[in-house]
C-alpha cells in the first residue's frame, strides 16, 4: 500500500512518527508491502511560501492508497485559512464524504463524566463531511454598517444526505447492537430538519432489522453525559457532527485517544487524530499519540488489513487502561514511550 503522510504542524510530526512505528512493526508482523511518502503541508509551509494545498500534492494524493494526517495550525496564520484551504479543500477535491469517528471509553480509562463505564461508550458517528453549513456559501449585506445582514447558507442535498444515512445503517448492520439514531433539529429547521427526516424515515425502511430513534442535537448531547448507552451509530449533519464529536472525545477519555476518519469509501481516504496541533505541548514529548495510532488501524481495516487494524487496536486498549491518564503531560510515560508499548504488543500478540 501507497500511503501520503502528512505529519504537519504542532504535535502533529511527534504523533505521526509513533504511527509510523506502529505501522512499521504492524506490516512486518502481519507480512504486507508499505511505501509512506511524507508531505510538507501546513502552517509552516504557509508561512514560507504562501502555498497550502498545491495542485500536484493533491495530484499525488490520488494517486496513492489513503492519507495518514497529524494536524495543521499555526499561531502565526490568520484564522481560518489553513482550515479552509487545507482540511476543507481536501475533503472537497478527495470527495471525503464522511467524517467517522468512534467514541469508546475503554476499559481502566477515567472518563470525566463518574458513573459512566466501558459498557455505556461504544458508539460510532458519522458525520457528513461535504455539505450543511460547511460549504462556505452566504452574503453580506450593507456591510460594516449598523444594518449590516450576514447570511450563511446550509446546503443539504438528497444525495448526500442519502449517502451518508446509507453509510451510517451499512456500518450498523457489522455492529452488534446494529441501531442508528438519527441527530438533528427537525423542531427548529424546517428546511434542512425536515430533508433529512424524510430520507432517514425511507432509508430505515430498507433496512428492517437496524433500530432506529431521532434525538435532538441539544438532547444528544445531555444523554451522551447521562447516559451514552443509548447510542450505537449515530449519524448526523456537519456542524452537529462536528460539535458532538468533541463531546464524544471527552467523554471517553479526551483528544489523547480521539481518532477520525475522512472517508470517501470510493476513493482515498484521510485518517487522523481530531485533536489538533496542542501547540502548549509540542517538543515537549508528553503528547498522546494513541489517538495518532488509532487513526492508523482505522485507515489498515479500511484498506482491508483487518486482522492487523484489530490487533492494533486491541493494543490500544490495554495499553490507554494502563495509563494513569490520556491527557497530555499526564500519562506517566513519554509520547514515544508510549509508542514502543503499542508496537511491543502488536509484535507480541499472536492471533488476536
Ligand atoms: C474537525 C475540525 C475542523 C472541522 C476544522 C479545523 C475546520 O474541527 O475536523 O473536526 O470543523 O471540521
Ligand atoms: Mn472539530
Redesign the pocket.
Known sequence: MKIAVVPGDGTGPEVVSEALKVLEVTAARFDFEVETTPFDIGGERYLRTGETLPGEVLDAFRHGDAILFGAVGHPDAPSGVL?QEI??RMRRELGQYINLRPIKLHPGVHSPVSGIGPEDVDMVVVRENSEGLYVGKGSFTAQDSEFEVAVQESVNTRFAVERCIRYAFDLAVNRTEGHVTMVGKTNVLNYAGSLWERVFEEVSEDYPNIGTAYAHVDAACLWMVEDPSRFDVVVTDNLFG?II?DLGAAIQGGMGIAAGANLNPEGVSMFEP?GGTAPGFEGTGQINPLAAIGALAMMLSELGEKEAARSIEKSVARVAGSLPSLRAGEMGATTSEVGDMVADLVHETVNV
Request: aromatic share 0%; proline share 0%.
Open positions: 482550515e482540511l476543507l462536528d464529536t481530531i
